[in-house]
């Protein structure tokens, strides 16, 4: 069914058997949700998006235009995926050889954000309100809260929930301007007060 009354699909969209989709959820222009899919509650899946066989969305992610995830992506509640950024699910593929058996499993966590043209190298999690900028190669795990950049991407701060950089103070302790929420620093872990 593409317009009934749990979720809206496009009439270009295409959506295999299979496909459980969640209430209030929106699917747009030229996209193919494929096979055995769940996703979740008031999702919002842009144009020309392609999501693989048995990903898994959570309640509440955004995805942006061109956006491809394949096939052993999960992605938890309220996740961000920028306009044209691209999962990978194989570290050494040939079009010769049958790799299927390989997918590699990549867990982006609550609330993580994923910027435009991003690349996620699979098998490498990203931790939960982590915000990976435009344009980085993520080719090892990202910890929660982490502000990640560059190629190959690197760590240069901290970020809040509310989506602001954090600074913290010689105890260790940070203020989000914006949303007043308190964070800690202690054995290079970053976690909401």
Known sequence: MKNNQLYFAHETAIIDE?????EGTK??????IMTNCVIGERCNIGQNVVVSPEVILGKNVKIQNNVSIYTGVICEDDVFLGPSMVFT???????????KSEYARTLVKKGASIGANATIVCGHDI???AFIGAGAVVTKEVPAYALVVGNPARQIGWMSEFGQRLHFDENGIAICEESNEKYIFKDNIVRKL
């Open 89 to 99: 699910n194989v570290i050494n593929p040939r079009s010769a050889v049958n790799r």
């Open 127 to 129: 931790g939960e309100f």
């Open 18 to 22: 299979g496909c459980n989709i969640g």
């Open 27 to 32: 699917i747009w222009h030229f996209s193919h």
